[in-house]
Structures are given as C-alpha cells and as structure tokens.
C-alpha cells in the first residue's frame, strides 16, 4: 500500500487586472473606496436633510384642508419611496450576486436591508400618527400602508435568514432567493391588497398627497427624498465595510 | 489520467472555517482509497465534495478526465454514496426502503436478487420488519445492499463499518473485493484498515 | 414524470402508518374554524361576513403548520442527500414531493371544508366556490411553503418559516376568500378564481426550481 500525501496547493493569484469601475468589484478595493466616500455621503444627507426639512416646515404654505399636520407626508412619502427602491436594490444585488458570483453582492444587500426596514417602519410610523388627526383612527387598513406592513414583513424575513444561518454561502445565497421571491412578489401583493381594498371599502382614503401640489410642497418632498437616498447610502457604505472586514477575516484563515 | 476519479488541489469550507486544503489524489478502476485521519479532519466534507453535495472552495474533482461541478449528472449516474445516515426511513420496512431508492437511483430491482443480496449481508428473516427496529449495525448493512444492488462503479461510502460485528466486517470486505475485481472505483473513509485481499488499496491519510 | 409516483406512494405510505401526524392539519384547521365563532360571538350575520376569511386563513396556517413534515424527516435520516444525487431532474422530485404533501395534508382540507362554510351559514353556491377556490389555492399555498421549508431546513424555531412564507401567501388569501365573499353577495366569483389559477401557475413554474435551489444549499 502506498501512501498518498497531501499535496500543497499554489496559491491561487488575487483577483488582478481589471481595470476602471470593475476594480471595485474586489472587496476590499471597495473598502478603501468606501471609506473615501462615506463622509462625503454623510454630508450631502445632511445638507439636504436641513433643506429638505426646512422647506417642508417654513416655507411650504399651510395646506387649506388639513392645516399644519399635513406637514407630514415631507417625511412620511420619501420614507415610502426608500423602503420600496431599497427593496429593489437589495434584490438587484441578490440578483447579481446569484448570477455572477460576486463576492460583493450579497454583502450589498445585507448592508441595504436594515436601512430599508429602518425607512418601512418610519413610513408606517409616520402613516399612523398622520392618519390620526386626519381620519381619526390611528390605522385604517389603507391600500399603501397594508403594502407597507407586507413589506416590512419581507424585510424582516430576509434580515432574519441570513442573521439566523452560519454557513456564510448557504446565508448569502439563502438570502438571495428570499430576496428574489419577494421581488416577484411585491406586484403581486401590491395588486391584491389594492384589489382587496376597493373590494370591501367604498371611501378611498388614500394616504397620498392632495392631487393639486403646490411647486413647494413638491420640492420640500423631493429635497427629503434625495436627503433618505444619501443617508441610506451613507449608512450602507458603513455597514459593508464592517462585513467586509468580518468576511476577509474568515478568507485570511487559507493562509 | 483519464479513466476513475481524481481530484485536483482540492479545498474544503464548512460554515465559513477552512477544514483541509490542496488535497490531490487519484484513483482508478479497480482501486480502493481508504481515508484515514483523526475526527473533524474533514474526511466525511472530502466525500461530500466527491460526490457533488459541497461544492469545492478551491480546486475540482474529475471523473474520466472530466471535471465535475455539484449536480453534475454524469458522476451522479455512476456514484453510490453512503452516509452516516442510512437513508432510510424508519416507518417503513427493509423491502419498502430499497424498492424506493433503487427506484429513485435507478438499479437492481428484481426481487431474486435483492433477496439474494439481503441473504448475503444477514438480513433475509428482516424482510419485512420496519427499520427502526433493526439494530444499527442492520441498518448499515441495509446501506450496505443499497449500494450494492445500485450497480454503480463509483462507492462513496462514509463508515461504512461503523456498527458491524466481525461476520458484517468481512461480508462488506468480501463485497468490496468483488466491486473492484470488476473494474469499480471506491473511496472509503475508516478508522481502522479494512482487508480487502488483494485489491489494490492506497491510504489517504488526512491529518498531513 | 415517472420518479413522482414511488415518491408519491411512499408518502401516501408513510401517512397511513402515522394517521395522527397526517390529520394533524386537519385537526387544527377545524379548531381554529371552530375557535373563532367562540371568539366574537353566535350573531349569523356577523359569522356569515367573516366565513369566508375565517375558513381560508385556517387553511392557510394549517398549511403551514403541517410545512415541517415536508423536507425536515429527510434531511435528519438522509434521505434528502440521496434524492438530491438521483440521476433525476429535482425540480421534477421536488413538484412530487409537493404533490404528494398536499394530497396528505390539504386533501382533507378541502374535503371538510364545505362543512365549515355551512357552519358559518354560507349560501350553497359560496360553498362551491369555497371548495373550488381551495382546490385552486392551497396547492400554491403547499408550492410557497415548499420554498420557505427549504430556506429554513434545519434552522432552530418555526418562527422564521412563517414570517417567509406569510407575506408571499397574502395574494392568495386575498383572492381566495375574496371569490367566496363576492358569491355570498351574489357577485362573479370569475375574476378572482381566475386569478388564484394565474398565482397556481407561476408558483408551479418558480417554486419547485427555486425550492430545489434552496434544498441544495441547506444540504451543503
């Protein structure tokens, strides 16, 4: 009988030779660039936070309806408008993370995803204490805000899988495909809760804004809306730093 | 080499820690590689590499010169793979268990030879008992003839010995012995050396 | 095609050695069908408007509540690994393994289901529909439960699977117990059986790949 021995591997080369944008695709690349662009995001969200902020509560006039809690929807809309293109991004990444076997991808979606739940329970929130003065309850099963509450329950499904798995593939591409599903989902649920809605409620009570805005009123939400967009990007960067730290960590034990 | 199996620099993660790495080794028909090494050296994951359930973090796995990815139809029309789990299911009975999976795998379903093979491994009288109340060393032996009667060239067997006594040590080596002399490949993971005759037998010690 | 059937009869199989475990959907669907009247009280009306949901969303958690027999006594006896390295295709071991599920846990379902409509006082013609709409839907129910199962196998608590499978569910409840409403209230019940069989379709075409997906990884 002979004995076979272990033969030691050579080691693989590091990812070299890309060029441009695609450099970035190496984790820690990213890192470093990441950490160059993480103030500057922070900074754009604060600038426009102020003005978006201030517009929506000096500037727009006093709505003749609702008077001055109508101020809401400045924080109330963007916070809905996040929580659902952060849904789509998070699922793009998955997409190209199952697709392509990135190893940045899934770690994108991971960082993206609390923002998004952190924006769904705020436009929830908001959505409530609006709701109240206005309607005079402080829930009234509305088409967009049921979507809402589904949709936090999709965010909380997939935060949930990956923090609940070990095996980082297994919670990657796990994750990925809770992503995808909801994705495919979302129209749907979409469509059937609208559906559902106009079914057993005659009165429309819509959460959107009044139909005739006044320029102002559309900056002031438009301004909050890139301020969430540069915050939720700012965070992002944040959190997948610490992943990809957490991620070469186990890498660096191959050698 | 282009005929058997052979594995190339392989590499071996499980929940994030690394568990072995460039492992090569090859073995061709009518060969018996028996995997040694101390507990948590990763000759069970060298299996599941083998037969496609892990895929590989670094390296291939080849079969007949060509290389194969998990799921790979190809390796799994030849390979039988026996884990510590006996695949079987307790509620039903020996006879129920492998008409199921050599349906499911494709393989020898005549009843004459699955008797004839049950006889040989001891377990004839237990035809139609439900496998939970057979013992374990009877229900690696129920592994044991499923592998058999599959008719494959390729035998993964995870220890397989675990659990016999003396007459079911030699019963699986007389059957190991015959599946090379025809030509097939097996890859064995053991604590202690299995006496296969005059089979051509190689050791791949795992804690090197 | 032809790996469906040993995989079918062996479910069919294992159910009627083990009746309690197979019934147990069964027994929880019609306690919760039966806890509700208790809950808000005896008025008809007010039973008869809420019927329909009352009856789907029991069929909905009887449903999943009976999801943990689907992959988890596979995975642990290792039966799981073998289907997976069958020379077959596991999309197509999969869909079987749905079917066979659902003829054991949802056929029942549907069979006293028309008992329960006439319990909550519901016209003959809503209980059709009810049976029709459940025919249609619970195997979706099975199809997204399926995938869910997968993605949590082996995972601790049950609580993840839920929170998966819920949202993805709505759409059905939604146009399930909306085709029986509308039929208590002398409506077309078309549009929404009609899209319970568009739901049918797309889960029958995604689920059983992705489900084969999320086996693959739970086995790794």
Sequence with gaps: MDTLQRVDATAAPRGTGRRGWRRLAAPLVFHAWAGRALPWFAGLAAVLAVAGLYVGFAVAPTDRQQGEVYRIIFIHVPAAWMSMFIYLVAAGHAAIGLAFHTRLSPLMARAVAPTGALFTVIALWTGAAWGKPTWGAWWVWDARLTSELILLFLYLGYLGLVSAIDDPRRADRGGAIVLLAGVVNVPIIYFSVQWWNTLHQGASVSLTAAPAMAHTMLAGMLLMALACWAYSIAVALARVRCLIVEREALARQWS | MTQGLSARALGCVRAGRPVFSGLSFDAAPGEVVQVRGANGSGKSSLLRLLCGLLPPARGSVHWHGRPVAPGNAALAAEAAYMAHASGMHGELSVNENLRFALQLAGGDTTAAHVAEVLQRLQLGAQQHRPVHRLSQGQQRRLALARVLLSRRTLWLLDEPCAGLDTQGDAAFAQCLAEHVARGGIAVVTTHHAIDTGTACTRTLDMDQ | ?220
């Design chain 3, 1 to 220: 095609m032809l790996v469906a059937i040993p995989i079918i009869g062996r479910e069919v199989r294992l159910a009627s050695r083990r009746p309690m475990d197979a019934l147990s959907a069964l027994f929880f669907f019609v306690a919760v069908g039966s806890l509700f009247p208790l809950g808000v009280g005896p008025d008809a009306a007010l039973l008869t408007a809420i019927g329909p949901g009352v009856v789907w969303v029991a069929a909905l958690l009887a449903v999943l509540i009976s999801l943990h027999r689907l992959f988890l006594p596979d995975l642990e006896d290792g039966t799981l690994e073998q289907l997976l390295l069958a020379p077959r295709s596991l999309t197509g071991i999969v869909g079987a393994k749905v079917v066979a599920h659902w003829l054991v846990t949802c056929l029942p379902l549907v069979i006293v289901a028309p008992l329960m409509g006439l319990q909550f006082g519901l016209l003959p013609q809503a209980v059709g529909v009810l049976l029709l709409s459940l025919l249609l839907g619970t195997p979706t129910l099975v199809l997204l439960g399926a995938l869910g199962a997968a993605l949590t196998l082996g995972l601790r608590g049950n609580v993840l699977l839920a929170l998966i499978v819920l949202p993805m569910c709505v759409p059905v409840l939604i146009f399930g117990s909306g085709a029986v409403s509308s039929t208590q209230q002398g409506l077309q019940a078309g549009p929404h059986l009609s899209l319970l069989g568009a739901c049918l379709l797309v889960a029958g075409v995604l689920c059983p790949w992705a489900t084969g997906a999320a086996l693959r990884l739970a086995v790794e």
